[in-house]
Nanobody
Framework: QVQLVESGGGLVQAGGSLRLSCAAS????????MGWFRQAPGKEREFVGG????????GYADSVKGRFTISRDNAKNTVYLQMDSLKPEDTAVYYC??????????WGQGTQVTVSS
C-alpha cells in the first residue's frame, strides 16, 4: 500500500500562491488516482480536486476552480497542488489521498495552509 507525505504548507497573504507536494512511497504510484482534500476548523473535510492515474484528467470543486491546479509526476511519485489567488477561506489543513479503485482509502498526515487577509 502506498504511503503519503504532504509538504509545502505555510502562511501566505490573500492573493498569494503556494504549491503543495505529496510524495508517495511503498507501492506503484501510477496505479493510484490522487486527490486533494481540506478541512477547516469546525467544518467537515471537503474535496478540493483530483487527478487520474495518467495525469491527463483533473476535476475540481467549484470553490477552487480556476485558482487551483493539480498535477502529478509519476516518475517522481509526487502529486502537486498549485494554489493561486488564495483567499482567507482557503485556510485549512490540506490532505492528499490515493484511490486504487473507486474510493480514497490512503491518506497523508496533512499540511496547514493559512491565508491572512
Amino acid at each position: 500500500q502506498v504511503q503519503l507525505v504532504e509538504s509545502g504548507g505555510g502562511l501566505v497573504q490573500a492573493g498569494g500562491s503556494l504549491r503543495l507536494s505529496c510524495a508517495a512511497s511503498g507501492a506503484t504510484f501510477s496505479t493510484y488516482a490522487m486527490g486533494w482534500f481540506r478541512q477547516a476548523p469546525g467544518k467537515e473535510r471537503e474535496f478540493v480536486g483530483g487527478i487520474n492515474r495518467s495525469g491527463h484528467s483533473t476535476g475540481y470543486a467549484d470553490s477552487v476552480k480556476g485558482r487551483f491546479t493539480i498535477s502529478r509526476d509519476n516518475a517522481k511519485n509526487t502529486v502537486y497542488l498549485q494554489m493561486d489567488s488564495l483567499k482567507p477561506e482557503d485556510t485549512a489543513v490540506y490532505y492528499c489521498a490515493a484511490a486504487r479503485n473507486t474510493d480514497y482509502n490512503v491518506w497523508g498526515q496533512g499540511t496547514q495552509v493559512t491565508v491572512s487577509s
